[in-house]
């Protein structure tokens, strides 16, 4: 019997491929870099099912290409990246991998703050130069975490992740959210509006999916409204920041500093950025640890696999 044909947008971690080599027809050997417009017309002309990622950008120039595909697996999360009404128009089921990448993002939104708060980056880089002069009482002073009250905009999977790790360095926790969510035992997390998140947080952390409601949902009125002591971590999507009005809040000192893990013209990172000590910047980490990534390439496949065999997908999301 012929193997179903597959067209794979980027190269994923090998026991990944491992998997696919026995199971599908790889319409061609993937890369890791971009594919081009005309790839991606190519690719979902012919295949039967798609593995993507979030930053191919799957619009109505290349899905009616699409006449033979079933199934587009996008290889993340967040599927912004893909014109959904465009997809249910020609019957393509969209799925994504939820769940999956929870801890591993909560983690490095952890990471991010605390190497904002303590100033690891810039330790790690003053220790390398070989002219740091030894210790001394006032040199490179940063923020408490423990005792402070971390902000949370956007309390899904991941928001409630990086606020059940909140208890272990005795932190308040306040959010904004759709819906007003439940603690765990033996802590207390807080319903604000959004403007009260934003003014109240010693640090602000940013959970929220892309969509046209959230685009610049930090913008420059709420840059102000935030503490001159204040640390904002970006682990969701770029866009989610006005990143000229953060620039300016940065520059000016307007907050104390930023942790970013995505960008609004991603891969694009404005040259002022990379030029500000109170920055930490990192290349869209989020997901990638081994496990993670291995398992989210997995979801991708058993989605596939229940597409083409005519049973529901697990996760389908259009």
């Known amino acids: ?30 890369t890791d870099r971009p594919p081009t417009v005309e790839e991606l017309r190519h690719g979902f002309a012919e295949a039967q099912a798609v593995i993507c990622t979030l930053t191919d950008r799957i619009d109505v120039s290349v899905l009616s290409h699409a006449t033979k595909l079933r199934i587009i697996a996008n290889y ?22 939820p769940d999956v990448l929870t801890d591993a993002t909560a983690d490095l939104t952890w990471a991010l703050l605390l190497a904002l708060a303590r100033r690891v980056v810039e ?30 905009i956007g309390m899904g999977r991941i928001g409630q992740a990086v606020a059940q790790r909140a208890a272990g360095f005795r932190m308040s926790v306040i959010y904004a959210g759709r819906q007003s969510v439940s603690s765990p035992p033996g802590v207390s997390w807080v319903w604000r509006t959004l403007d ?62 930023a942790g970013l893990d995505v960008y609004e013209q991603e891969p694009v990172v404005p040259a002022r950025l990379t030029l500000l000590s109170n920055v930490v910047l990192l290349p869209h980490l989020g997901s990638a640890t081994r496990e993670t990534r291995v398992r989210m390439g997995l ?20």
């Open 1 to 30: 019997m012929e193997r179903p044909t597959l067209y794979i947008t980027r190269l994923l971690p090998q026991p990944v491929l491992d998997v696919i080599s026995g199971q599908y027809r790889v319409l061609a050997e993937p």
């Open 76 to 97: 993340a999360v967040g599927y912004n990246n893909i014109d959904l009404p465009a997809a249910a128009q020609r019957g393509i089921i969209v799925t994504n991998t």
């Open 123 to 152: 330790g790690d880089a003053w220790v390398r130069t070989g002219h740091w002069p030894g210790w001394t009482p006032t040199q490179m002073l940063g923020a408490d975490v423990s005792g402070k009250r971390l902000g949370i």
């Open 196 to 257: 009260e998140v934003v003014a109240e947080s010693d640090f602000l952390s940013l959970h929220v999916p892309l969509t046209e409601t959230t685009r610049h949902l930090i913008d420059r009125r709420r840059l102000a409204m935030m503490k001159p002591t204040a640390f904002l971590i970006n682990t969701s999507r770029g866009p989610v920041i006005d990143e000229a009005a953060l620039l300016s809040a940065l520059e000016t000192q307007t907050i104390a500093g």
């Open 299 to 318: 979801i991708c496949l058993d989605n596939i696999a229940a597409v083409l065999s005519g049973r529901p997908a697990p996760n389908r999301v259009a």
